[in-house]
């Protein structure tokens, strides 16, 4: 069978550490990429480790630098010989409501640095090594309905980049399908707080009516969907947005508050 290692960006926190639970379960050794929360994903890589016997480590960088991204990717090379699965989980996002002339430069750079450009970095580093195994796995976040590429009020950046790592996602999924590489984007519906670390059993104990299914979404919501893509029979399954919604719309929601 097949040795997997995965990267997953962000994944000591929220939807990247419900991420990291459901590879390592499935026997996928992991790098662990993380910018602030050190303590967490070094505890988070030993956790994994001591449960289900894969190897797993902790690598600090921030992914809208593009040194930082040849830092990560060295550092995860270096510990595996190689990474054939590519989580873009992190992606920066101002909360503060702005219109597009109230982001400043050094605002907008940092919202397209590391929702666009970081998928271009990383994934340009890594896809090397795939190739040569002719196996890989490259999967990119994306929001409800982004690939229509809608307007979000106050959210110009954001949407702008997600726009763009769509069509990012399907290039690469045309380029390297004759590689045995795939690339899909799945799309996180309204899961905020602490429900992108909680599970789907805990989300059922809290049932409501925040979606038409009747429950909150969570981070294992979305984690099972991208362990499904990265199985070897879904290979498939590419250039696809698949969103986890709950049947919740979530921008018409925007729209009308």
């Not at 010989?81 to 109230?102: C, D, F, Q, W």
């Not at 666009?116 to 890594?126: G, I, P």
């Amino acid at each position: 069978m097949r040795e997997k290692a995965a990267l997953i960006t962000g994944g000591a926190t929220g939807i990247g550490r419900q991420t990291a639970f459901i590879l390592a379960k499935n026997g996928i050794h992991l790098v662990i990429n993380y910018r602030n929360s050190k303590e967490r994903a070094e505890s988070l890589a030993y956790e994994l480790s001591e449960r289900f016997g894969t190897r797993n480590i902790a690598v600090s960088g921030d992914i809208c630098d593009v040194a930082d991204c040849q830092k990560i990717a060295a550092a995860a090379l270096s510990a595996f010989s190689t990474i054939n699965i590519l989580v873009h989980n992190a992606g920066p996002y101002i909360h503060e409501r702005k219109t597009m002339t109230e982001y400043s430069f050094e605002n907008w750079h940092y919202i397209i640095n590391g929702n666009l450009n970081a998928v271009f970095y990383l994934s340009k580093l890594l896809l090397p090594r795939m190739r040569e195994e002719r196996w890989g796995r490259i999967i990119t976040i994306g929001f409800d309905r982004v690939e229509s590429a809608p307007g979000w009020i106050y959210r110009s950046a954001f949407a702008a980049a997600k726009s763009g790592a769509v069509s990012l996602t399907k290039t690469m999924a045309l380029e390297e399908a004759d590689n045995g590489i795939t690339a899909n984007m799945v799309c996180p519906g309204d899961i905020t707080g602490e429900w992108k670390e909680t599970g789907i059993l805990k989300a059922l104990e809290g049932m409501d009516g925040n979606s038409p299914v009747g429950r909150p979404g969570t981070g294992e919501d979305i984690a099972r969907v991208i362990q499904f893509l990265i199985d070897e029979k879904s290979d498939f399954i590419t250039g696809s947005v698949i969103s986890v919604t709950g049947g919740k719309d979530v921008l018409g929601k925007v729209f009308r508050d």
